[in-house]
């Protein structure tokens, strides 16, 4: 795209991800991202872009978390999330308004849709950034880590409009809702949004933990050390005792052991808690982006060398076998 070109795409979008008509979490973290841009590259407007049916309470609800305008796409087409009836609608209104910079959850659904769209729009794209800032030129800095995490690349996207970045859940915080103010802008899609070639066939709700991690005081976290189902139930027990949610890495996710929600680190939640225990985790680099916020890290290893120890306030190498019964057995005393 020639230079002088560049500067007819302006202000900064967020896709307001919902679900059986309820925002996602990110979605309103977005707004507070897009707010933090907004002040530094001197934007006067953030718009948040609603697909779904009869979700017009969502789009006031993004005018209360920071929107300026909700660009509203209301079909019973768009209902449930399908990638290309939403991808056609998205970029034809991209196509039209011409944004500066387009945010988007780095969830399934987020993910899914930023590649298409990017490729369609002939843009580049940053997935799962762990951090966002303005430079100099007014430019997009989008952070990713790269090569395993050892390495954080700051990718910029110069010739291409718009900027387009995916974010992971818990990097931002939803700000607090303010006095409604901005306008809905009521998209106009057309009739038949059916794709021959997608159709949804059955959907089922994956079970939710009923505590999120992003939001719990305590997390108790659990890796491979864990070593059987059976087992996990130790975790779910310390973690009941102390209030807290359970949450993992990816051996646990890929046995099973938890849902794609639960689990910590680079590509997947950022947390803060009060109190994480990191359980038979080894503590590589991809998970413990994910904690370094928390106020306290504990760790029980039985590997007096494992990397966890370095990041942990407190260390305890033992066995989980024996540590965490006794553990359990004294907070039953406490609380
Ligand atoms: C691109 C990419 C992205 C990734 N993203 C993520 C991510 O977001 N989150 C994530 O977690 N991983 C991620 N991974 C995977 C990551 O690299 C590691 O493979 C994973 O985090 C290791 O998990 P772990 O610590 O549970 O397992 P391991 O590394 O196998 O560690 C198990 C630990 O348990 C200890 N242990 C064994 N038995 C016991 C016992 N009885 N009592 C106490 N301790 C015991 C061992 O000493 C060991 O330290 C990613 C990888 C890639 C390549």
Redesign the pocket.
């Known amino acids: 795209m020639p230079a002088n070109k560049l500067d007819d795409w302006k202000g900064i979008w967020v896709f307001a991800e919902q679900e059986e008509n309820s925002l996602s979490e990110i979605s309103l973290e977005l707004l507070s991202a897009a707010k933090l841009l907004a002040r530094k590259r001197g934007e006067t407007e953030i718009s948040a872009l609603l697909l779904g049916h009869g979700v017009k309470a969502l789009a006031e609800q993004l005018l209360v978390y920071g929107a300026d305008r909700v660009f509203l796409a209301d079909h019973s087409g768009l209902a449930k999330y399908l990638t290309l009836p939403y991808t056609r609608v998205v970029c034809e209104l991209i196509r039209r308004k011409k944004p500066g910079i387009f945010l988007l959850p780095a969830t399934s659904l987020g993910s899914d849709l930023a590649s298409r769209v990017a490729a369609r729009i002939n843009t580049g794209l940053s997935a799962h950034c762990t951090q966002l800032d303005i430079n100099d030129q007014g430019e997009l800095m989008q952070v990713v ?1 790269a090569f ?2 050892k390495v954080m690349a700051t990718i910029l996207c110069q010739n291409h409009r718009p900027q387009m970045a995916t974010v992971r859940p818990g990097v931002f915080r939803r700000g607090e809702p303010r006095q409604k103010k901005g306008t809905i802008e009521d998209v106009t899609v057309e009739s038949k949004l059916e794709d021959e070639n997608q159709k949804v066939v059955a959907s089922q709700r994956e079970k939710k933990p009923t505590q999120s991690i992003e939001e719990a005081e305590v997390v108790v976290a ?6 059987s189902r059976e087992d996990w139930k130790w975790l779910e027990r310390l973690a009941e005792n102390l209030g807290g949610a359970v949450g ?6 890929d046995e099973g052991w938890i849902s794609e929600g639960q ?7 950022t947390i803060r808690p009060k109190l994480y225990i ?10 413990v ?2 904690i370094q916020d928390a106020k306290m890290i504990m760790a ?4 007096p060398q ?3 120890f370095q990041t942990a306030d407190l260390g305890v190498v ?4 024996k ?1 965490v019964p006794l553990l359990i057995e004294e907070l039953k005393k406490i609380f």
């Open positions: 880590p395993g995490g659990g890796g491979a050390g864990i070593g993992g890495t990816r051996p646990p996710l689990m910590i680190g680079q590509s997947g939640k990191g359980v038979g985790i080894s503590g590589v680099i991809q998970h982006v994910g029980i290893n039985n590997d494992a990397a966890i033992s066995d989980f076998h540590i």
